[in-house]
C-alpha cells in the first residue's frame, strides 16, 4: 500500500443536519455525523436509502439544501477546493478507460496529477504491485475481472493518497472471492492512516469492515454504533427455524407473530424464518404452537442477532427497496 503517515487524532468528517432534496422526495434528511481520522466508518442501508447522495454531498459533487459538513476541517461550503485536493472517491462504477492497459491507465492519471517521465511510471508500477496487479498491467482494461476492475479503480483514486477515501458501495457485482481480495486491501489503507467512508448495502460486508456503523434508511439516519453495538440494541434473542414442507411457512408466520409479536423474516429460500424474541418462555410457547398445528419442524435455534437481522429489527424490511432520486 502506499506510505501514509500516520494522522493525527481528531474528527476527518463533521455533518450537522445535511439534507438533500429532490422535488418532494429528501434523499438525504437531517443526517449528523462524526468520522475520527483514520477510521472505517460503514454507511448502511438498502438501495435507495440516501447513501450515495451523502457521498456525493460530503465529496463536493452535490450542493446540500440544508446543513453543514466539514472535511478535514474544511468547510463544505466555503472550502470546496480545499476538500477536493484533499479527497478521493470511488464511484459503484468504474471510471477507466478499457482500452487501455492498465499500466496506461495510471500513468495517464499520474501525469494529470503532475507525476513527470519516470515519476510517473514508477508510481503506476507502485500501484500495480500494491494492488496485485503487476501481472495483469500489459492487459487492456476490456480484459480484466470485475475484481480485477474494482482494484484497478480505487488503485487510480489512489496516485495521489487522500487523507479521506470514498468508497461508493466499492464490491456491487464481484464474486465472494473478489470481494475478500477487495476487503483486504481496504484494511490495508485503513492501517496506512487513511480514513474510509464505506457506503454498502452488504451487512456482512459493514460487518467485517467498519469500526462503526451508520445505518439510513429513506435518508433518515435511525441507528449509529459499533456491530456489537447495534446487535445489542435489540436487546433481545432471534429464534432461527426451517421448516420441512415451506408450504407450511404462511401459517407458521402467523403463529409465531401471534405469539411474540415480533414481526417474522422470511429467508430468500421460503422455508426459513427468523424473529426477535424477547424471552426463550416466548420462543417456547411459538414452538409449542407450530408443533400443535402439526407444523413439522427441519431445525431450529436460538442465538444472537445478525447484522442483518438488527437492520430487519430497526427498519421493519430486508435491505431491499428501489432506488431514490438522484440515488445511483
Not at 126 to 151: C, E, I
Not at 168 to 192: Q, Y
Not at 202 to 227: C, F, M, N, P, W
Request: hydrophobic content about 45%; proline content about 5%; overall charge negative.
Amino acid at each position: 500500500m502506499p506510505d501514509t503517515a500516520q494522522p493525527p487524532k481528531g474528527t476527518a468528517i463533521e455533518a450537522r443536519g445535511l439534507s438533500k432534496y429532490f422535488g418532494d422526495v429528501r434523499a438525504v434528511d437531517g443526517i449528523d455525523l462524526d468520522v475520527p481520522r483514520g477510521m472505517i466508518f460503514g454507511i448502511l442501508g438498502p438501495n435507495g436509502a440516501g447513501k450515495t447522495t451523502l457521498l456525493r454531498m460530503l465529496a463536493t459533487l452535490l450542493p446540500p439544501d440544508a446543513g453543514s459538513a466539514k472535511v478535514l476541517g474544511f468547510d463544505l461550503k466555503q472550502s470546496p477546493h480545499e476538500i477536493r485536493g484533499s479527497i478521493a472517491m470511488t464511484g459503484q462504477f468504474a471510471s477507466l478507460d478499457e482500452d487501455l492497459t492498465g499500466r496506461e491507465n495510471l500513468i495517464l492519471l499520474a501525469r494529470l496529477w503532475g507525476f513527470r517521465g519516470q515519476a510517473a511510471k514508477q508510481r503506476a508500477d507502485d500501484l500495480l504491485t500494491a494492488f496485485d496487479l503487476a501481472d495483469a498491467s500489459a492487459k487492456q482494461v476490456k480484459d480484466y475481472s470485475g475484481g480485477m476492475r474494482r482494484r484497478l479503480d480505487i488503485a487510480a483514486s489512489l496516485v495521489v493518497t487522500p487523507g479521506v477515501l470514498f468508497l461508493d458501495e466499492p464490491t456491487t457485482g464481484l464474486d465472494p472471492m473478489a470481494r475478500k481480495s477487495v476487503w483486504r486491501m481496504i484494511r490495508s489503507l485503513s492501517e496506512a492512516g487513511v480514513t474510509i467512508l464505506l457506503t454498502t448495502q452488504y451487512l456482512e460486508e459493514a460487518d467485517q469492515l467498519a469500526a462503526r456503523i451508520a445505518v439510513i434508511d429513506h435518508g433518515k439516519k435511525i441507528a449509529e454504533g459499533t456491530s456489537r453495538e447495534l446487535k445489542a440494541a435489540t436487546g433481545s434473542g432471534f429464534l432461527h427455524l426451517t421448516l420441512v414442507d415451506a408450504a407450511g411457512i404462511a401459517e407458521a408466520e402467523r403463529l409465531l407473530e401471534e405469539i411474540t409479536g415480533s414481526k417474522a423474516q422470511r429467508s430468500s429460500e421460503g422455508a426459513a424464518l427468523s424473529l426477535m424474541v424477547d424471552t426463550p418462555q416466548n420462543a417456547n410457547r411459538g414452538l409449542a404452537a407450530l408443533i400443535a398445528a402439526n407444523i413439522e419442524l427441519a431445525d431450529f435455534s436460538m442465538g444472537a442477532p445478525s447484522l442483518d437481522e438488527v437492520f430487519f429489527a430497526l427498519t421493519g424490511h430486508i435491505t431491499e427497496s428501489q432506488p431514490s432520486p438522484g440515488e445511483a
